[in-house]
């Protein structure tokens, strides 16, 4: 996470809000701010640093990397590539994944299918996002949600533990109740206009709420389980009343679902993967549990990953 915290209060000052306001319906109090100098690859290469730290694997092990952002330090070359630079490794693959939110999910998901087939070994999946350089920080009905920072995780085969299933969708239907636009890239009339993101909360909400509520079914029949065989619900960190409802469809308590919201707010899709490294490292997930990961963005796009750990 960068250093830099940005307060309710301090939002409140910005644009017409409140702290009562923003906490009520989002369940967000702060969120940490990259400063000018840190960069979507960065934040990366630390989590990255951090996740093969704890794997204790060595850099050079590792034949994929994928990154999941949708603020990349360039449009090429990717992030992936520029992570891999960074982390000094020269025989491996490495690209982008732009899913919005799910990116990290979706970034499983593969790294799952290469380790499966075996075309991959060991596979480090990062999520990063500087999520406060496409905010416009006048609006705010969607400057208040966001934030930045990275999670890493090491993927590697093993018949124990491990990813045991992942499902994901997308439905480009709904392209106009969440997107961010790219002006660089854009002609005539679309031209015009900032890249900051826009978004139908209200309507992007209810669809969220829904299809959350459909992936927690198809996770578990894929799987023959039960909502009792989940120890752990790990949710893309939104807005704490649409955890909350998936929480209530897994019949949950909210003591077995990891929250971090209110000191991140949402870092798309770095969301998932930040909350499941600070669980584990605070010793709330342990060895042998069944983890249930989670994640609805733009796109839409929504999926999961059901996880032995
Ligand atoms: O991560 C990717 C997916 N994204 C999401 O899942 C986000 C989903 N959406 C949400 O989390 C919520 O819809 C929001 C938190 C964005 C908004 O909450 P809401 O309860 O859906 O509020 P609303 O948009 O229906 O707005 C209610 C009222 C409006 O005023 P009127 O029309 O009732 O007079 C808004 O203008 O709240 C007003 N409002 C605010 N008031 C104070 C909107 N933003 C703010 C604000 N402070 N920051």
Redesign the pocket.
Known sequence: MPEKVLTNEQ?SRM????DS??FD??GIKSRRIASDDETASGMAEIAARQAIEAAACNPEDIDLIIVATGTPDRVYPSTGCLLQQRLGIKNCVAFDIQA??SGSIFALSIADQYIKSGAAKKVLVVGSEICSRIVDWAD??????FGDGAGAVLLGASSETGILSTHIHSDGEYEDL?YCPNPQAASGTNRQGAGYIA???????KV?VNTLGRIVDETLDANSMDKSDIDWLVP?Q??I??IVATAKKLKMSMDHVVVTLETQG?T?SA?VLLAFNEAVRDGRIQRGQVVLLE????GFTWGSALIKY
């Open positions: 939002i644009v017409d809000t409140s306001w923003i319906r989002t919005a939110c705010r009905s969607t400057c208040i949600l969440l978004m139908r909360g209200n309507e992007v909400f969220a893309h939104a807005n009343r649409i949402n798309s969301s994640a609805f963005g733009a």
